[in-house]
């Protein structure tokens, strides 16, 4: 079986092969995340209590979001892709995916991801490999997206 995924950039697309989350537009920070949690499963179990930032009006700036997540996740690296908050870890070469607990937050509500299930990325092989998922074709369409093939096994 096949599945097809579009992408605006080629950043959404790494951050799709590798394993990430994409979340919300965080260009004008978050309210409501300071004193939720976000918990994590993958790369590495662990999790992050939002505190206060350098915002006056209680707003979690990115910059807040990226050194609380990264200091209390580690194997975690946080940047953004178009504004939205990107998730992926922080190893080189890649290895493992990020996942979030199952558990409802608030935290993962205000970020943008789903509440009640585990929300993890999948490391994507590329073409040569004998097991899904696997890449199988890359292609850039009439609107400048990228659309993606992925064997599925």
Same mark, same amino acid.
């Given at each position: ?7 605006? %950039? ?33 790369? @590495?179990?662990?999790?992050? !209590? ?5 915002? $006056?009006?209680?707003? &979690? ?31 080189? $070469?890649?290895? !493992?995916?990020?996942? !979030?607990? @199952?558990? $409802?937050? %608030?935290?993962?509500? &205000? ?18 490999? &004998?097991?899904? $998922?696997?890449? %199988? #074709? #890359?292609?850039?369409?009439? %609107? ?6 992925? #064997?599925?096994?």
């Amino acid at each position: 079986m096949f599945s097809i995924h579009k992408f605006r %950039d080629v950043a959404e697309v790494q951050l799709y092969l590798n394993g990430g989350l994409l979340g919300v537009d965080v260009n004008k920070g978050v309210a409501g995340l300071i004193g939720t949690t976000l918990s994590f499963t993958s790369p @590495a179990v662990g999790a992050c !209590l939002f505190v206060a930032g350098t915002a $006056p009006d209680g707003k &979690l700036l990115f910059g807040d979001i990226k050194t609380q997540i990264e200091a209390a996740v580690a194997s975690v690296k946080v940047y953004q892709v178009g504004g939205q908050i990107a998730l992926v870890h922080s190893a080189i $070469p890649i290895t !493992l995916p990020v996942a !979030l607990a @199952a558990a $409802p937050s %608030d935290a993962k509500k &205000l970020l943008g991801f789903a509440q009640n299930t585990a929300t993890a990325g999948r490391i994507i092989k590329d073409h040569t490999a &004998l097991v899904a $998922p696997r890449l %199988d #074709w #890359w292609n850039t369409t009439n %609107d400048g997206s990228h659309a993606i093939l992925i #064997w599925e096994g």
